[in-house]
């Protein structure tokens, strides 16, 4: 309890020498409400926990690697195994030094406690050796070439706190102790955060940023209106026309944006209906909903022209269009074009006919096709989109009404397979493996994994795929299995892909300065949601101005 009490006092007494505080007020996630909860093996878990509270071994962006509490790692020749070099003369928030011991306890309880595995790495590991003061081996269950990149999202816990937790997945940890930079948390209400420096961070002269502010912002378009107030420093919101609604308030008031990963539409194969998860299984009825949207229309009406048209039927994102040969990128992409009229043909081959003449086709047996398309409400851009597919589709005669839930009744619905249709985005990856493992692999449709392959269609082929991926780093070799993937996928058509979520970034440049810019001077800020581990790195860079 001591050590406690002392950085607490070292924290409070470091504030009070503070002229003046620099804070950076972050919108990092919608939220109803906080929770003191920063449990980073739970999946509610405040969106300032990582990163933040538990810095990461390494952050792979795009070709760099910026090494964090690893300094280093190797591959064994097999690909069984990964040595990590741990960096010396980092503490905890509480003075306790950093060591292998709580890379290797950590990494334990992903193996040994599945249920704190919601990144699915402990499926890959075999054991954990400590080697030394400041290493660690992982022997892994199977050879896997991308081993460090998933090791990225592995969460280090101070093994001396949590050996004495007992029920881990209960805990709420409301008074963490982290390696991050802001491990202090100054104030917590309902509806506000604000997390200060750790003194014992191991960064202290690269860090002049000295708080992080968390304000409550329950939805996109509050968000809008607050950003355009300039209250918040650093947020990524769907802001339909940016230049007039946003940039034009303030030359200070600066955005980035680029194409994202793909915005696609799922479809429940487990449907409980029998009659209708026939329909969904069949590839004609899915070929069919593509071919009915326009998605230049639909990308213009539901997000202000703020996307692009998706490229790759399988979904892949446009800057990895060298992983795919042309004949290959071809084969299927009129399946993702507006063609309505082979549309109506293919739903009236499979007898999906409007019998009664209300305008909506009926199932083979006369019962009504009625299906809802779910999004979480607060998300303006999905909510939009997925009125305007409803409406679209209803022109070929498939009735789809457009249901807007809480995002934790979105995700509860897709895991129970309680859903006929739902539109959703994927994360991005330095490769394209990420997103094709996470939205195919069958491997990640149990209820604790997140919703991205909740469509529920099994081909072990496309896990083979997945897999031989993993045993090679020869960069040809895997642009012939990605090929192979794009393929597979396409053929099925197993999601709808829409367009290309523009990746928006808002920041301000009144407070701060320091953040990152191309060569010819335009931005190149990662967003500040929680998912991505590059915001660590922008925040590092930060200066307060009025410093300088």
Known sequence: MLPRLLTLCLALVSFAGMATTHTLTIIPELSNGFVQNYNPFRTDKLATTRDFIFEPLMVFEDDIVHFRLAESYSLSSDLKGITLKLREGIQWSDGTPFSADDVKFSLS?????????????????????????????????????????????????????????????????????????????????????????????????????????????????????????????????????????????SPDYRYDFKASTIVSLLFNFDHPNPETRKVIQDVRFRRAISMSLARELLIDVAVFGQGEIAAFASGLEPRFEDWISPSAAEQHLYYIRFHPKAANRLLDEMGLVDKDGDGFRELPSGEPLSLSLISPSGWSDFVSAANVSAEMLSAVGINVESQSVPFSRYEQLMAKGSYDMSITNYFSGSTPYRYLDSAFNSRNQTPSDPRFAKHYYRDEGIDKLLNDYLLTSDKKAQKAIINQLHLRISKQQITVPLYYKLETVEFTTSRFKGWRMQEDGSPNVPPIWYTERARLIQLLALEPIDSL
């Not at 595995?117 to 269950?141: A, F, M, P, Q």
């Not at 816990?157 to 409301?174: C, I, M």
């Not at 997390?195 to 191991?202: F, K, V």
């Open 109 to 249: 309880l992903l193996k040994n406690e599945p249920e704190l595995d919601y990144n699915s790495l402990g499926k890959w590991i075999e054991r954990v050796e400590k080697r030394g003061k400041n290493e660690v081996y992982v022997s892994l269950t199977n050879p896997n070439a991308q081993i460090a990149l998933q090791l990225q999202e592995a969460i280090i816990v101070p093994a001396h706190q949590w050996r004495k937790v007992k029920d881990k997945r209960y805990f709420l940890n409301a008074f963490p102790i982290g390696t991050g930079p802001f491990t202090y948390i100054k104030a917590f209400s309902s509806n506000n955060i604000v997390q200060c420096r750790n003194p014992y961070y191991w960064q202290q002269d690269e860090l002049n940023v000295d708080c992080i502010r968390y304000p409550q912002v329950r939805s996109n378009d509050e968000l809008i209106s607050r950003l355009s107030n300039g209250e918040f420093d650093w947020a990524s919101a769907f802001i339909p026309d940016i230049e007039r609604n946003y940039a034009s308030y």
